[in-house]
């Protein structure tokens, strides 16, 4: 990760929507970009698009992929992808049999429910998660992976047997405080961060942006 991060910097610097308040930003852009590339899937779906930086960031990290885009609101684009099919309806209402299920990744930020997530992919035999807002317990406006796995009497129905890989992705920099504006500590369990000190230009976009963290995950279903 701290070797991909030079690369990825100089990439984020070409990123076509500068200031992407409410949507993906610097850590999780980087997440997105590095797991992408190393799982290098023929198909990816997209749930919650916003403004379309993760799109743009998708085609970065697996520039050969057949991209799914989906938004109840595709009013809100500034990035359209020329390679995407664009959707306005739920990820629960489409077709999805033709994809390939060992090699296509779900990549959801929809701000819906995780355990009804992970379950419906695992109905229809996808393997390969990604869950932009992994919020922990108290926090956020959905329901988490990481929420059910921490407290056991939130537990989502079968959700822990379901999976056979669940990782957060760490922050690059981990700010004193939360996105919500009180102290990162023991609270948030959180993964050790990549930079420590700022010492390189480059990694500037990784401090001004920390505060964006949302324990991003990797989730493989079994």
């Not at 020329?82 to 959801?108: I, N, Q």
């Amino acid at each position: 990760m701290l070797a991909a991060l030079p690369e990825f910097s100089s990439i984020y610097g070409r990123r076509p929507i500068r200031d992407n308040k409410g949507g993906m930003r610097a850590p999780h852009c980087f997440a997105t970009w590095f797991m992408l590339r190393k799982l290098q899937p023929t198909a990816v779906i997209e749930s919650g698009l916003w403004r379309g930086q993760g799109t743009w960031l998708i085609e970065q990290g697996c520039p050969d992929a057949d991209l799914y885009c989906i938004d109840i609101d595709l009013g809100r684009l500034e990035y359209r992808s020329p390679r995407a099919t664009y959707f306005d309806r739920d990820f629960t209402k489409g077709d999805w049999s033709a994809l390939p299920r060992e090699s296509t990744v779900l990549f959801f930020d929809d701000h819906q429910d995780a355990v009804k997530r992970t379950k419906m992919a695992r109905a229809l035999r996808f393997r390969h998660l990604i869950f932009d807002d992994n919020y922990p317990t108290g926090r956020g406006d959905c329901r988490s992976l990481k929420q059910v796995l921490s407290r056991s009497w939130l537990f989502g129905g079968g959700v822990r047997d379901a999976l056979a890989v669940y990782t957060e992705f760490p922050p690059v920099h981990k700010a004193e405080r939360t996105r919500w504006g009180d102290p990162w500590d023991d609270r948030y369990p959180t993964p050790a961060p990549l930079l420590e000190q700022l010492t390189e230009p480059w990694q500037q976009y990784f401090f001004d942006e920390a505060r964006a963290y949302t324990w991003m995950c990797y989730a493989r279903l079994k």
